[in-house]
Each structure stands twice: as structure tokens, then as C-alpha cells.
């Protein structure tokens, strides 16, 4: 069950330039931009309610219409609801900067649940078929279709 709290999330850059927030749910390695960060928009400036451990992306922009300069930040959530800068990036080349980390931070929160890894792998499949699911191993899978 995923733990919810209420986060003050803050704004970058001004309120004349876009802005916005994301809770960062994986990350497309293949990318480099902004589009690399897959996840759910949330309202910045205000409270929100979010997922504890969950990582979020803040963007912003400073400066004339001629020439806006961005500035991004990666926060993980804590569970009396505070923010943990993780990172932060200027510039055009912020999405870039801020990829690598993303991937660390998204790869290490797991949803709060039993740890399996103890259980031997027939008990749980014996679990799975027993509530109806049709279980395959992947290498088992790949050698079939050899």
C-alpha cells in the first residue's frame, strides 16, 4: 500500500514563465530532453498530496521572452512529507543533467510491501496458480520460442 502525504510543493522560476512539477514515475534513457521523464503532472505553488519516497521533478524559467533561462530540480519525498534536494540543473542542457540521477532515484523506491526475495520461487508461483494466474519463467519462455 502506497503511503500518501502532504507536500508543500514549490514553484521555480516566475509566475510569467511556464513552470511546473511531475512526480517521476520511470525515466526513457533514450532521451535527453524533458520528454525523458515519464510521471504525472501535479500542481506546483501548493500543498499536494503525494507518494512518500516518490521522486519529484521540478522545472521553471527565469527572464525576458527573448532569452528564459531554465532551471530544473529532482527531490525525493520523505515520509513526514518533506523534500530532499537530490539535484539541480541550469540551462538548456538541464534534462540531460538531471537524467542519470532520475534513473537512480526512480530504480530505488519501491513500493513499501513484504520482502519475497526469501521465498523460494515454486512457493510463490504455487501462490500465483492457486489464485488463478498462468505463471511463466522468462528463460523458459525464451527457450520455447528457440
Do not use: C
Not at 521523464?37 to 527565469?62: C, K, N, S, T
Not at 538548456?92 to 538531471?98: F, G, I, K, M, V
Request: net charge negative; glycine share 10%; charged share 25%.
Amino acid at each position: 500500500m502506497e503511503v500518501i502525504v502532504p507536500v508543500r510543493v514549490p514553484q521555480l522560476g516566475d509566475d510569467r514563465r511556464r513552470h511546473w512539477a511531475k512526480i517521476v514515475s520511470s525515466v526513457d534513457e533514450t532521451k535527453s530532453s524533458g520528454w525523458a521523464f515519464v510521471g504525472e503532472f501535479v500542481a506546483d505553488g501548493g500543498i499536494q498530496d503525494l507518494p512518500a519516497g516518490g521522486v519529484l521533478l521540478l522545472y521553471g524559467e527565469r527572464g525576458g521572452n527573448a532569452n528564459p533561462r531554465a532551471e530544473a530540480s529532482l527531490y525525493t519525498i520523505g515520509p513526514d512529507a518533506t523534500l530532499t534536494l537530490e539535484a539541480s540543473a541550469k540551462g538548456r542542457a538541464w534534462a540531460r543533467t538531471l537524467r542519470d540521477r532520475a534513473v537512480e532515484l526512480v530504480g530505488a523506491h519501491r513500493p513499501p510491501g513484504p520482502d519475497l526475495s526469501a521465498i523460494p520461487d515454486e512457493y510463490l508461483v504455487g501462490e500465483l496458480q492457486a489464485r488463478g494466474w498462468h505463471v511463466t519463467r522468462q528463460s523458459d519462455a525464451v527457450a520455447n520460442l528457440e
